[in-house]
């Protein structure tokens, strides 16, 4: 539990910590309040039974006197007053508490959310193609809500209730420590067998619901995004099933741990009122002088009753919530303290290309594969031109562009820039200076005007830019046909376009910040002959001081290219023009006899 309390407190910054501080003073103000009006129960009570209390010598017939009292009840009337204010006070102090230490919560939690989706948007390449999409969308959403409801805000309840219950037990002690220090025990001792019996099950459950919630995250993500497959195949039951099953062992494990939570409070309530009742019958065989002797200890216990007793179940409740959920945290502690170590760290820088990108003697295996996807290559590629990688599937051409783009650093040889070898830290990539249009483009759910400026505030979209790109794109005449223009929306990931109309955008979000470097990676290949040459045509236009390098298996996309890179098994065989390569290299001239048929 304190391990717990120290990880967290590790992960927060000098104005959480800052914030927290001033909680516990605050959380210290509602203890005393709370022990004020409790030290006020007594001496009411005793006034209340017997006037002449006021007469004692105590400390109330003091204020008695000082106030200058003449008729007892009507202190007895102010009195009472007086300890609603406080009262009321008391109640107000620990609402506003309570309110802040919720949001004080909420936004520890957020903050976390917000640090995973920055650490997993700024992982390798090589991470996400290998970390199921799913997996992540679970970690910053739910781990974190369930991190945020279930340890951090009982954690501050937990030490809010601690506070109160400690401050409350010293004064009961210092009333009379025998009935205190039994209640005690006993009351602690019953909710600690308790814990004990069953937490290694709240430990389980909690596992179970981290699995599950993965689980359903990764079936309602492959459910709906294969929605089409899952259509024509009638796939509907096999999903629905699988979904059905965790959801109902998430629901299990969710439910038995809520209960194991509550469950004991019965318990408790039966031995407290036992306690009473067991109390009352004592002081009745007493007679009537030992009740009135015994009333005002009995109201000052019942009323320190019925601020312990909740208390004591909050206590038990917040420890049982986050043993259930401790599996939440476990599954993003490492990647919480990740990202605070890659935030001590240099970012990576974007180079610019001025004259030529080299690759010396470069090599590259991919994490646990047997074979090199790069044996020895070596090449240099000038500004401006228009070049391309072309060979069979699986040649390396895809792995040569991810070296290139940034996405996969080298194991061997090196990757320069201008003559200048790049650093573990430098890429060329960045909106200034790469364009990159995938055969799959991604489309946000947004309108055709955002997905082409993509990720610009709304209020820095350059019309110029947006209007010149959607111009070498061919995209005028489709904008011009939809009723909303370049503010209609495309769907999710472009549903409600053709596979041609997704390309033709990719182009023109590529093209839109005018950049150094244009990457087409089978760009064009949803494109029929005719317009596929027409936006070729307008690329070479557009592209008088850039460097484009296209991968494409249709060769007559690639025809007019100032030099092609003929690749092999992760190595560049040939490389020459297109009509050097039909003259010189057998395996690129049958490829272009299949390409014409």
Request: proline letters at 3%; charged letters at 20%; one cysteine or more.
């Amino acid at each position: 539990m304190f391990d717990t309390i120290k990880k967290i407190f590790l992960l927060l910054d000098d104005k959480q910590r800052f914030k927290l501080y001033l909680l516990q003073i605050f959380i210290l103000a509602m203890a005393f309040f709370e022990v004020f009006t409790l030290s006020l129960i007594g001496p009411f009570f005793s006034i209340v039974n017997d006037p002449d209390f006021l007469k004692a010598g105590n400390f109330i017939s003091q204020v008695y006197t000082l106030l200058d009292y003449k008729d007892p009840y009507n202190f007895i009337f102010n009195f009472g007053a007086f300890i609603l204010f406080v009262l009321l006070l008391s109640s107000c102090l620990s609402m506003w508490t309570v309110w802040q230490i919720s949001l004080y919560s909420q936004r520890i939690g957020a903050d976390f959310s917000v640090v995973l989706y920055n650490y997993y948007l700024h992982r390798s390449w090589i991470f996400h193609s290998n970390t199921n999409s799913s997996y992540l969308i679970k970690q910053v959403a739910n781990e974190t809500s369930r991190v945020t409801g279930s340890i951090i805000f009982p954690i501050m309840q937990l030490i809010s209730k601690l506070f109160v219950v400690l401050v409350i037990l010293i004064f009961l002690i210092i009333v009379n420590p025998l009935p205190a220090v039994l209640g005690v025990s006993v009351f602690g001792l019953a909710y600690f067998v308790i814990f004990k019996i069953i937490r290694q099950r709240l430990s389980f459950n909690g596992t179970v619901v981290s699995l599950s919630a993965a689980e359903r995250y990764k079936l309602l993500n492959e459910g709906f995004s294969g929605i089409l497959d899952i259509k024509i195949l009638k796939r509907y039951s096999y999903y629905v099933n699988k979904f059905r099953f965790e959801s109902n062992r998430f629901a299990l494990s969710q439910g038995a741990n809520i209960a194991l939570s509550q469950i004991p409070r019965f318990f408790i309530e039966f031995l407290a009122i036992s306690a009473v009742i067991c109390t009352l019958m004592f002081v009745a065989v007493g007679g009537s002088k030992e009740v009135e002797n015994l009333l005002p200890i009995i109201a000052v216990y019942g009323f320190a009753g019925l601020k312990l007793l909740p208390y004591f179940q909050q206590i038990y409740a917040n420890v049982s919530q986050i043993r259930s959920h401790y599996a939440a945290f476990e599954s993003i502690e490492d990647d919480l303290y990740g990202a605070l170590e890659e935030a001590g760290k240099d970012s990576s820088a974007s180079i610019d290309l001025n004259e030529s990108l080299e690759m010396d003697s470069v090599y590259f295996k991919y994490p646990g594969a047997n074979y090199h996807a790069l044996k020895n290559v070596s090449l240099k590629i000038k500004r401006p031109s228009f070049v391309a990688f072309v060979g069979e599937s699986g040649s390396g051409k895809s792995t040569i562009l991810k070296v290139i783009l940034g996405l996969l650093k080298c194991n061997e040889g090196s990757f320069k820039i201008d003559g200048r070898s790049l650093t573990v830290n430098e890429t060329i990539n960045g909106a200034g200076n790469l364009g990159y249009v995938p055969q799959k483009v991604f489309l946000a759910d947004d309108s055709i005007a955002n997905n082409i400026a993509f990720g610009v505030p709304d209020s820095d979209i350059d019309v110029d830019k947006l209007n010149r790109s959607i111009k070498f794109a061919q995209l005028e005449s489709f904008i011009e046909s939809l009723p909303d223009g370049l503010m209609s929306h495309v769907g999710e990931d472009g549903v409600q376009l053709s596979g041609g109309q997704l390309q033709r955008i990719g182009i023109a979000r590529a093209l839109y910040h005018s950049p150094k470097i244009l990457i087409l990676d089978e760009a064009t290949s949803a494109l029929d002959t005719i317009t596929e040459r027409s936006i070729m045509a307008s690329i070479k236009e557009f592209s008088n001081d850039m460097l484009v390098i296209a991968i494409a298996h249709r060769l007559s996309t690639v025809e007019n290219c100032d030099e092609i890179f003929f690749m092999e098994s992760g190595e560049v065989l040939d490389t020459g023009t297109f009509s050097d390569l039909l003259a010189k290299n057998a395996k690129f001239r049958r490829m272009a006899l299949v390409d014409k048929d």
